[in-house]
Each structure stands twice: as C-alpha cells, then as structure tokens.
C-alpha cells in the first residue's frame, strides 16, 4: 500500500499503485437496532445503542455477488465480501440518480394513463392549444373568487373590454368576495345563415361578466375566527392567469423576474382550495427554497393549516416555527386533538352534563349527537319567525344555549341592534361549535393508528389537501406514493422553465388510473424559459439529445397559450430596459415609478448600472473554483 496522500503516477496501472483489490457497489437499507431492526426515520426518539460499533443492512448488487459466488466455489478463489475495509458514500445531492432510474423503469413497464386532453400536447401532435380553458368541454361558468379583488373598482379594472353586471344594487354591499358567472361559448356546428346571425348574439353575450357579491358566513365571536385575506392588487393578466388556473385543463405561466409569479401561484392554490374543497392539489417545484418561498406565502391566506404537507427533506429552511413535514404535521394534529378535546370540556361544563365526554373523539361525536345538536334544534324552534309573526330581537339571546361557553369571547357577543344580525352572530357561533366536532371526527382516525409511519400515510393520503414536494422527491418516491393509494386532482408546478422534461412529467404519475382514466383536472405550469435553463452536467446530453430543454420550453416553442405577465415591480425601471426587450410586453408596476427607493441614486454609485471590465488578473484570466462558478 501507498502511504495516505502520496501522489500516484498516472502512466503507471492504477490498481498496482493503490493497493485497491476489489470494488463494489451497494445501496444502505439503514442502521439496525438491537434487535437487527432497521431504525425509521420518524417521530419516536432514535433508540439508544450501546457501545461504538454500528451494524448497517445494506443491499447489495445480485447479479455481481452470484459471480463472485460462483468464482469463488468453482476457482477456489476468497470471498470479496469477508475483506472490505473501506465504505465510501456519495455525495447525497448525486446520490439519487439509481431511485430516479428505477422510477423510470418501473413507468416503462405499467399502464401509464396520461389525460386524454393532455395527451395530443405531451406528444407534440395535433392543435397546441387543444388543452386551454377556452376548449375545453368542461369549463366552469361560475367562480367564487373569494378574496382576489380588493374591490369592485378593482374588478372593473381586470376585465376591460366587458361588460360588467352586477346582481347586488346597493352600492354599500358592492363588497368582495365576489362571485363571477363567465359566458360559455358552445362551438357546435350550426347552419351559415344562423351561425352568421348567433355570432354576433353571442358575441355582445361573451363580454359580459354576471357579478355577485355575497357575505361570507360568520365563524365564531373570537377575533381569530376572522378569515385572512389577500392584500396584493393583481394586475389584468395576473387576473387572467388566476381565472385559467381555475378553471380546467392546461395553463401555462410565463413570469418575467419581479412579476408575482408566486403571489399568483399561491393565490390560485387558494381558490381551488376553496371553490373544491373535496379536490387535492400537488404542488412540485425545483428547488426547496421555492417551495418553502411558496409556503411562507400560502400561510398568511385563508387556508387551515391542518390541510396542508410537505414532503421531502427541505423543510428545515422553512422560516417558521411551524413544522410542515410529515411527522411535524402527525404531532400538530395530536396537539390540536388534545385542544379541541380540552373546548369539548368546557362546552361540556358550561352545559352541566354529567360523564367523561371529552376522552377521546368519539366519546365527543356522541356529546355533540346527543346534546349539543338537540339544544340547537330546540333553540331554533324558538327563534325562527312562525307564520306572520315577528320575533323579538332580545329573544334570540335570551334563549341562546351557549352562552356560559362563550363567555371568553369579547363581550357583548349579541349587539341586540336587529333580529337579522344578532341570527347571524347566533349561527356563526354555532358555526365555531359545529367545526370543533367536525375536526375531531376527521382526527378520529389518529385514535385507532397507533403508529407514528400509520399516522403519517394517513395523513398523506386522507387528510392533507394541499401536498407539497419536489420534483426530485417525486421521482424518488413514486413507487411508495402509488402503493399508498395517493391521488390529487390538480399540480401547480412552479419554476417549471428549470425541470427536466422527465421529472415534468413523472409527478403526473403518482396516481394509479381510475377505471383506464387518470383524475387529473388541471395542470399549472408557472416558469420562465428566458432564464435558466435545467443543468446539465454530461455535454453529450445537454448537446446532441437537447436534455437542457425544459417541457416548458418545449410547449412554448411548440405553440401552446401562454399567459405573459406583463407587469414587474421590483427593478427600477431603467434596470429592467435591460433585459424587457426579451419578453412581449413587460411594463412597469406604477410603485416602481413613483416610490422613492426607486428615485434616488444608489449611494457611492454614478450610474443605476455600470459594466467593468476586468484585465486579466495576475495573467490567470476567468477562473472556476468550482462548476459554474466563474470569477
């Protein structure tokens, strides 16, 4: 052997030189327990094991190892696998590339079902737009865009070009959240004469928008029933973006820097959230940090936390308190069992009924069965206003049931003003009761799942509504996610510019087929295809198999509607004349034209930007101490 740090000469055969005998490859299953159990990753605490030595399971590669065996039966030779005493680990960023294989190998060899709309388009034949809102036969006529508009003038100002008609006359209750009805055009053969005829008909009908805002209903006294809402003002094409997004089929993104293409990413994961609430969303991105930039967005929406999951090893960086992975949300959905069975507690108390019910959640489903609904039914049977006959406004608080429970809550909780406002506050108490019950009937499962993994796929495949990885994870995890029964309707993809097409389309395929039919509804593509493109390190490939360009790109090139952001605020505006030559139309938001911090000079510098040329220094020129890092 060679002493450790000798230079070896590399005319001379290197395994003369280094002493190597053997070499063998092996994928670590884990770290074995006492017991020669492999140790999960989880929730429990790791065991603690006696002495220093450490016993891994690994598997090894079949085919080399039945050689070896032969070899050394038939020849006599020593058995390798008695003599290794060098492990070396690649690095772990490389380190997937043997999961991603596989999951390609396992996709060669099952009954992929693409959806029929998209299917034409993946494949590059017949008319690139064939999978837009506009054409496809399930569009939706109303939407509940919920907290998007600010105000009326703002929806106003979003669709010019129509007509609005608003359905509430009184200009006080002229309020978001708002309702919208779109025209659906039926593009059915018709006769020339009436089609000629109808076109113009349908035309005046095609530009105008129905209107309707309506009152969100109340959802408890406490100040924390109160729903968060958007702040952001989004422009036309922001709003257009949001609408497609919506709506079913294929929407594709494409946002200059600065131009909030994750304020509208995160905006339409809200209102799919909340006009479906039954559907499931993906959400893939490229790298962690998007996804945890996402997250920090999603969070300050009116989304329930306990909807919401991210998979994969990136949620360290996340900048909150909160822990959004798997066993992070397993133990915040036992804390808030433990909560909610403590208010059960006390509703109990306040109603003086005797026995344990706030034990567990099923013992709390029966309270809520056999005492709280009777109370409510028996209350409304007061209140509610008989044939010709007026109701008092004090006796909807003077039968009220709850009011020992919500003494907590800021007082007076019945205004007395109107009959009609205090019916409201009555029912959004209610409300608040009801979804405390409905909650732990939901966490009821947690109960009978003893298992912190049992617990984690639950929540995976049952309660999660908002599922969050990358696209790295879902090739890693594809086989475990299809065993697990996991199924979603809609993916958002953001960054989808820098994703290679085959992890593009992978996370299209974490769901087994329903009856020969994928339930796919709506695929969101958010990227931009000026920018980076995906890396790739092998020149053959990035070169001769076009492997650098992105399925983004591709769709881009092949034709298929995008939706060009067209609005940036986050450059001055002579820094953005540097590079908006490149897209369509990109413009400046107005805060960039007239805030301060956008008017005055950097300091120390002449110029809002400067090009320095730089000699050779010391006669070495550019250098790259590491890939792609030039200096």
Not at 272 to 286: C, D, M
Not at 507 to 520: A, I, M
């Amino acid at each position: 052997m060679l002493l450790y740090g000798t230079r070896f000469d590399r005319r001379q055969p290197f395994l003369d030189q280094t002493g190597l005998v053997y070499v063998r490859g092996c994928e670590v299953q884990g770290m074995l327990d006492e017991k020669g159990r492999v140790i999960e990753e989880g929730p429990e605490p790791k065991p603690k094991l006696r002495g220093d030595t450490r016993t891994f399971r690994v598997w090894l590669d079949p085919n080399q190892y039945q050689q070896d065996m032969t070899s050394s039966i038939q020849n006599g030779t020593e058995d390798p696998y008695e003599t290794f005493n060098v492990i070396m680990r690649r690095k772990p960023k490389e380190n997937n590339f043997k999961a991603v294989l596989e999951t390609i190998r396992h996709l060669m060899n099952t009954e992929c079902v693409v959806p029929d709309w998209l299917h034409d388009i993946i494949l590059g034949y017949g008319d690139p737009g064939s999978a837009h809102y506009s054409k496809m036969p399930n569009q939706i006529s109303t939407l509940d865009f919920n907290d998007t508009f600010l105000s009326l003038d703002h929806l106003r100002s979003c669709f010019p070009g129509c007509t609005i008609k608003v359905i509430e006359e009184n200009p006080e209750l002229q309020v978001p959240p708002f309702r919208i009805k779109f025209p659906i055009s039926s593009t059915k053969d018709k006769g020339k004469k009436r089609k000629a005829d109808e076109e113009e008909k349908d035309n005046e009908e095609d530009k105008t928008l129905i209107v309707e805002p309506y009152v969100a209903p109340n959802r408890g006294p406490y100040p924390y029933n109160q729903p968060k809402r958007n702040t952001i003002q989004f422009t036309p094409t922001q709003i257009e973006a949001i609408r497609a997004g919506m709506q079913p089929g294929l929407t594709m993104v494409v946002g200059p820097p600065g131009t909030g293409k994750t304020d509208v990413a995160v905006q339409i994961i809200s209102n799919l959230y909340h006009n479906f609430p039954e559907q499931r969303t993906l959400i893939v991105t490229h790298s962690n940090q998007a996804l945890n930039q996402l997250f920090e967005k999603i969070m300050a929406l009116d989304i329930d936390e306990r909807h919401l999951l991210r998979l994969g090893h990136g949620e360290e960086e996340l900048e909150t308190e909160k822990d959004f992975s798997r066993y992070g949300r397993v133990n915040y959905v036992l804390a808030r069992r433990l909560e909610l069975l403590r208010e059960v507690g006390r509703l109990q108390e306040s109603l003086d009924v005797p026995g344990d019910v706030s034990y567990t959640c099923e013992t709390a489903g029966h309270f809520y069965l056999y005492q709280v609904i009777s109370r409510w039914e028996q209350y409304m049977s007061k209140v509610k206003p008989k044939q010709g006959k007026k109701v008092e406004v004090e006796a909807v608080a003077a039968h009220f049931p709850f009011h020992k429970y919500f003494s907590n809550a800021p007082q007076p909780v019945f205004k007395g003003r109107s009959y009609e406002e205090d019916m409201d506050i009555a029912e959004g108490c209610y409300r608040h009761i009801k979804k405390i019950f409905t909650q732990l009937e939901e966490f009821r499962a947690f109960e009978l799942l003893r298992s912190g993994l049992d617990r984690s796929k639950y929540l995976l495949v049952k309660e999660a509504k908002i599922i969050a990885m990358t696209c790295t994870h879902a090739a890693l995890k594809r086989h475990d996610l299809v065993e697990l029964g996991f199924k979603y309707d809609n993916i958002l993809m953001e960054e989808a510019a820098q994703i290679l097409e085959i992890e593009t389309f992978i996370p299209l395929l974490l769901q087994n087929p329903e009856d020969g039919y994928s339930r796919l509804k709506r695929w969101i593509m958010i990227g931009d295809h000026h920018q980076l493109p995906p890396v790739i390190k092998n020149m053959a490939f990035q070169k001769y198999s076009n492997m650098e360009q992105s399925l983004f790109t591709r769709f881009v090139r092949l034709g298929v509607p995008t939706v060009d952001l067209d609005a940036q605020g986050r450059a001055r505006a002579s820094l953005c004349n540097l590079y908006n030559w490149r897209y369509k139309h990109l413009g400046n938001l107005p805060h960039v034209q007239e805030l301060p911090e956008f008017q005055v000079p950097n300091p120390g510098l002449t110029f809002d930007f400067q090009l320095i040329n730089v000699e050779d220094f010391n006669g070495v020129g550019e250098s790259e101490p590491n890939p792609y890092f030039y200096q």
